[in-house]
C-alpha cells in the first residue's frame, strides 16, 4: 500500500505544479497595471482633443456664416453707393443742361449733385469697413479650421495608440505597448500645438 500513497502523492505535486504553472501564465505581467492606467489616459486626451476639434470646427462655421452675411451687407453697400453716383451724374448732367435756365434751379441741381456725392463717399467709407470685416472673418475661420484639423489629427493619433496598446494587452507584448505610448506622446504634440496656435 505504501506506494499508491507515493504514486499518488506524486501526482497530487504534478497537478499542483501544473496548476501553479498555467495560474503563473493567466497572471498578467506586473506592467500591464501600467498599461492599463496609460490606455485610460490616452483615451482621456482622445475625449478632450475630440471635444475642441468639434468646437473649433463649429466656430470656424459660424465665423465663415458671419463672413458671408457681412459680404451681403457690403454688396448692399456698394449697390447704394453706386445708386449715389447715378443720382449724382444725373443731378450734374441735368444742371448742365438747365446751365441757361433759371439760376435758382441750376443751383439747387448742383447742390443735390453735391451732397450724392458726399453721401457716396460716406456709403463707400461703410462698404470698405464692412469689407474689412469679411476678410477678417474669413481669416478667423481659416485659423479655427487649421486648429480643428490639428485636434483632428490628434484624435487619431490617440485613437491609434489606444489600439496599439489594446493590442499590446492582448498578445502581452511591452512593445507594442510603447509604439503605442509614441502614438499618444505624437497625439499630444498635435493637441499642444492646436491648443497653442492663434486662431
Known amino acids: 500500500?505504501?506506494?499508491?500513497?507515493?504514486?499518488?502523492?506524486?501526482?497530487?505535486?504534478?497537478?499542483?505544479?501544473?496548476?501553479?504553472?498555467?495560474?503563473?501564465?493567466?497572471?498578467?505581467?506586473?506592467?500591464?497595471?501600467?498599461?492599463s492606467l496609460s490606455t485610460a489616459l490616452l483615451?482621456?486626451?482622445?475625449?478632450?482633443?475630440?471635444?475642441?476639434?468639434?468646437?473649433?470646427?463649429?466656430?470656424a462655421i459660424l465665423a465663415k456664416n458671419e463672413a458671408v452675411l457681412q459680404q451681403a451687407r457690403a454688396s448692399d453697400q456698394w449697390t447704394y453707393y453706386q445708386a449715389k453716383s447715378v443720382k449724382a451724374n444725373l443731378a450734374e448732367l441735368r444742371a448742365e443742361l438747365a446751365a441757361g435756365g433759371e439760376p435758382a434751379t441750376v443751383e439747387k441741381l448742383k447742390s443735390d449733385a453735391e451732397r450724392y456725392r458726399r453721401?457716396?463717399?460716406?456709403?463707400?467709407?461703410?462698404?470698405?469697413?464692412?469689407?474689412?470685416?469679411?476678410e477678417a472673418e474669413?481669416?478667423?475661420?481659416?485659423?479655427l479650421l487649421e486648429r480643428h484639423h490639428r485636434f483632428a489629427i490628434s484624435v487619431t493619433l490617440f485613437q491609434i495608440a489606444i489600439a496599439l496598446c489594446a493590442i499590446a494587452a492582448l498578445v502581452r507584448r511591452r512593445l507594442l505597448w510603447f509604439v503605442g505610448l509614441a502614438g499618444g506622446a505624437a497625439g499630444l504634440v498635435f493637441l499642444a500645438?492646436?491648443?497653442?496656435?492663434?486662431?
Not at 44 to 53: E, N
Not at 193 to 199: D, K, V, Y
Request: aromatic share 2%; glycine share 8%; net charge negative.
Open 1 to 35: 500500500m505504501p506506494e499508491e500513497g507515493i504514486e499518488t502523492q506524486e501526482l497530487k505535486e504534478s497537478v499542483d505544479k501544473m496548476t501553479e504553472a498555467l495560474e503563473e501564465e493567466r497572471r498578467p505581467p506586473p506592467w500591464t497595471l501600467a498599461l
Open 43 to 59: 483615451a482621456v486626451c482622445a475625449a478632450v482633443a475630440s471635444l475642441l476639434s468639434g468646437a473649433n470646427s463649429n466656430e
Open 119 to 134: 453721401e457716396g463717399t460716406d456709403i463707400e467709407k461703410n462698404a470698405r469697413g464692412i469689407e474689412e470685416k469679411v
Open 138 to 143: 474669413n481669416r478667423r475661420s481659416e485659423g
Open 193 to 199: 500645438i492646436g491648443l497653442f496656435s492663434t486662431s
